[in-house]
């Protein structure tokens, strides 16, 4: 029994020793030299000192092209398609004729109504002879007077259905495909093409209601298109005179020239809308700025610390972003190695040009 407490003992004294000795061990890491230590573990990072300069503030912008004038040709009177006068896909001229329908049925109601007016149109030159010998009365002649006039607006009606009768182009563009024949029973619910006029187009876009007042007409902007590398201008000519409240947006629309005929209606712009010139601004990298939940931050090195800020952010570019708050001019930003990097971790930084 003695050899068995003996035994016990010394386990119990070896496993307190060992406990002992891992505290002194731990205790002497934590108590080691730090300054040597962070220095041999500083992180060796990028950044630029920010300066002060000219921005020129552009805001990129999605919008749509559209026809500068569009139009679905119809027609207003019903019948039979009796010619089509123009070749599909072409191009037509204002006032020319692009299809007629059978119009004889109303050249029979004029033809109608054209007698009755000269009937009484002569009833009420009769009329007015007798009036004048006090042959008949005021109000007799009143009424020869009156039907000669319903007569000859009856006559104008027919006139102006049969001028409907004969479709012509509202102005000049390019028509589109046809979806009727000739003989076709046309009702003006049926969509005979669309005609559009391609010359000019319009650019649609909105931007964001804080830039409302930096917007002006006559401003000129640049605009690319997918599947094309060149950059064409357009100019403001038109600015919803209200913000959309559901968007928060103000809608622009401006126009550009299309005589070659590039540039097709219903494609996407990729639009740059120049703003007022900020002098002295603040601008830093766009990998620099990390999205957080409550906004965006940046890291700074002071005094070989990384150190943290919170901006507030305007335009973006390709490759930099505008910083209206956080930061200031003389600030070393750092701008690699920012999504590894916590607030007070040692940094070495090595500034670019």
């Known amino acids: 029994m003695k050899i068995k407490y003996i035994i016990y003992t010394l386990l119990i004294v070896g496993f307190g020793a060992f406990i002992a000795y891992r505290i002194t061990e731990n205790s002497a890491k934590a108590d080691g030299p730090k300054d040597g230590g962070a220095k041999s573990k500083a992180m060796q990072l990028s950044g630029i000192v920010v300066q002060p300069e000219s921005f020129d503030n552009n805001l990129s912008l999605s919008g749509s092209i559209e026809a500068n004038e569009q139009v679905e040709i119809r027609s207003e009177v019903s019948g039979i398609v009796e010619s089509i006068n123009f070749q599909e896909g072409s191009n037509v001229t204002k006032g020319q004729l692009l299809f007629k329908v059978n119009d004889s049925e109303l050249r029979a109601q004029l033809s109608q109504a054209t007698t009755k007016e000269n009937l009484a149109g002569e009833n009420e030159r009769r009329a007015k002879l007798l009036l004048e010998k006090e042959a008949i009365s005021r109000e007799e002649y009143d009424v020869a007077k009156a039907e000669y006039a319903s007569m000859k607006a009856q006559s ?4 102006a259905q049969i001028a409907k009768a004969a479709v012509r182009a509202p102005f000049s563009g390019r028509i589109g495909l046809r979806y009727i024949s000739k003989g076709t029973y046309v009702t003006p619910s049926i969509l005979i093409a669309n005609l559009v006029n391609i010359g000019k187009l319009k650019i649609t876009f909105s931007i964001p209601e804080k830039y409302a007042n930096q ?6 902007l640049k605009f690319k298109v ?3 590398t060149e950059t064409y201008a357009a100019n403001v000519y038109a600015i919803e005179p209200s913000v959309e409240t559901s968007t928060r947006t103000l809608q622009v629309r401006a126009i550009t020239d299309n005589k070659d005929g590039k540039l097709l209606p219903g494609t996407f712009a990729n639009v740059e809308l120049p703003l007022d010139v900020i002098k002295d601004a603040i601008v830093v990298p766009t990998q620099a700025v990390i999205p957080v939940q409550n906004g965006k931050k940046v890291f700074i090195s002071n005094m070989g610390k990384a150190k943290e800020i919170m901006v507030e952010t305007a335009t ?3 490759a930099s972003l505008l910083i209206l708050s956080g930061l ?9 190695g920012v999504m590894a990097l916590k ?11």
């Open 226 to 228: 997918a599947g094309s």
């Open 215 to 220: 917007v002006k007409n006559n401003t000129e």
């Open 343 to 353: 607030n007070d971790a040692p940094v070495k930084i090595i500034i670019e040009k």
């Open 316 to 318: 973006r570019t390709d």
């Open 328 to 336: 200031k001019a003389g600030d070393t930003v750092i701008t690699t």
């Open 156 to 159: 104008q009606l027919v006139k």
